[in-house]
């Protein structure tokens, strides 16, 4: 059995990464301008362009991502210049390969979300240094769980001082209350406002270190839609408008059992204890009886989070699970492999087995190289169901769970999994650096002639003690 590979009926060629980027189409630049202006009629409150006199391309643009709706604005507020954008590979997919034919003479380059591709940085120096266009690039890569900023890597300030092109921020406010990523079907009647901002010229990202352009970058990228709502009294009326916020709100915070809790209308209750709580038209959460344990829904959300973070922390987590699996090697198939199980742990990290056309296969994703993975809470491309996705070098795959609700935990536990291995690493780095060599006298014995040892700093201080 090869790892991450699996044994098809018939021959199937995965993506090539490795391909030159396509040269944007000027027409189509038009076309996708003229299509979003059409499709945001009425739905765009205003459009902000902050520092932005006299910048013309090359330049990277780091944008927030609520819905799809981000990509038709950035598509008005970047014209009448050519863009590219490292775009998910399922938004490849549809209409036999057409759709990834018009995908890639827009300017698009196919990325597998939360993989690491050598081919990236080549393809991103095409665009800014030989074809002098924009580059877009969405560092949460995926839509926001609950209207906040998404964990993403610090590699980002590393790329920006790499590329060296001015770096522009875009970030878009009220997609998300339009358009919930745990309800995207049903749309509210919110307008959008998005700024558009040149935060750092080649000049200070040439004097500025990695770190430095990451804390401007966490900074200028921040964003709270519930709290945007509450502050400019945008009102959501809806009857149904808390339908579906029990995906990402999974955990009763009064009796504290997981994957109970169900919503309909505007209410959000658990099934376990009883309790119920309202969704007013500002966005907050009122309990129908006793006290109110969060208002603030990412504050619900985060606490959750964190609970995980504890979990895994005290080695309580494990997750198992059967599941349905779908292949994605290429744009152009969604190849269903029948049952699969899914597993995930701090040791193993995330792994599929399954057996597929008479043969058996492993798909591995170490924890040491999982920073995340993507989830769906109504998955659109094959079946509209709570999924995880696994991605590896050269192919995908989407794993419909058959429990309850479990998707946004599995989500925290990558986080949280990550995020110790990375600060064992830290700490064991920082320990190696004061281990330097320190010459120690030890006392002569019968004359003979004076010894030397090396012990750490740490050392000597616990002998002094």
Not at 110 to 135: A, M, Q, V, W
């Amino acid at each position: 059995m090869e790892l991450n590979k699996v044994k098809y009926k018939r021959h199937v060629k995965p993506l090539d990464t490795s391909e030159k980027p396509c040269k944007s189409w000027h027409f189509l630049t038009w076309f996708v301008n003229k299509l979003s202006r059409h499709l945001m009629r009425g739905k765009v409150k205003k459009l902000e362009r902050i520092d932005m006199k006299g910048l013309k391309p090359p330049f990277i643009i780091l944008s927030n991502h609520q819905t799809f709706s981000d990509m038709k604005v950035n598509a008005i507020l970047t014209y009448p210049y050519d863009f590219h954008s490292i775009t998910s590979l399922e938004g490849y997919y549809g209409f036999c390969g057409i759709r990834g034919w018009l995908m890639k003479r827009v300017g698009c380059i196919p990325k597998r979300r939360f993989t690491t591709d050598p081919h990236l940085i080549s393809s991103c120096e095409t665009i800014l240094n030989e074809y002098g266009d924009i580059l877009t690039i969405y560092p949460e890569a995926a839509y926001s769980n609950v209207g906040i900023t998404a964990d993403f890597p610090d590699s980002y300030g590393a790329l920006i001082k790499k590329l060296k092109k001015p770096l522009v921020i875009v970030v878009h406010r009220g997609n998300y209350l339009r358009q919930p990523f745990w309800d995207w079907e049903r749309k509210r009647k919110v307008k959008t406002y998005t700024t558009m901002k040149k935060v750092l010229d080649v000049e200070d990202i040439e004097r500025m270190t990695s770190d430095e352009i990451m804390d401007v970058i966490r900074k200028e990228l921040s964003y709270n839609e519930y709290k945007y709502q509450k502050e400019n009294n945008i009102v959501i009326d809806e009857p149904w408008r808390a339908e579906g916020l029990h995906k990402v709100l999974y955990q009763c915070p009064h009796c504290k059992k997981e994957h109970q809790m169900l919503s309909r209308g505007i209410t959000l209750w658990c099934m376990n204890c009883g309790k119920r709580w309202v969704m007013t038209e500002l966005g907050e959460l009122r309990a129908q009886n006793g006290k109110t344990e969060f208002t603030h829904i990412p504050d619900w959300y985060n606490w959750e989070k964190e609970n995980v973070r504890k979990e895994v922390e005290a080695g309580e987590y494990h997750f198992d699970d059967e599941v349905d699996v779908f292949s994605m090697p290429n744009p152009k198939q969604f190849i269903p492999l029948g049952k699969g199980f899914l597993k995930h742990s701090l040791e193993n990290g995330m792994t599929l087995d399954g057996f597929y056309n008479n043969h058996s296969y492993k798909i591995s994703r170490p924890s040491r190289g999982l920073y995340n993975i993507h989830i769906e809470y109504n998955y659109c491309f094959k079946r509209r169901d709570p999924c995880i996705q696994i991605s590896v070098a050269d192919n995908t795959f989407v794993c419909y769970t058959s429990k309850k609700d479990v998707v946004t935990k599995v989500y925290f536990a990558t986080l949280a999994i990550h995020e110790k291995l990375m600060r064992e690493r830290m700490e064991k780095k920082q320990l190696r650096a004061t281990q330097i060599p320190i010459a120690v006298n030890v006392p002569k014995s019968n004359d003979e002639p004076v010894a030397e040892s090396t012990v750490s700093e740490a050392s000597t201080a616990e002998n002094k003690n």
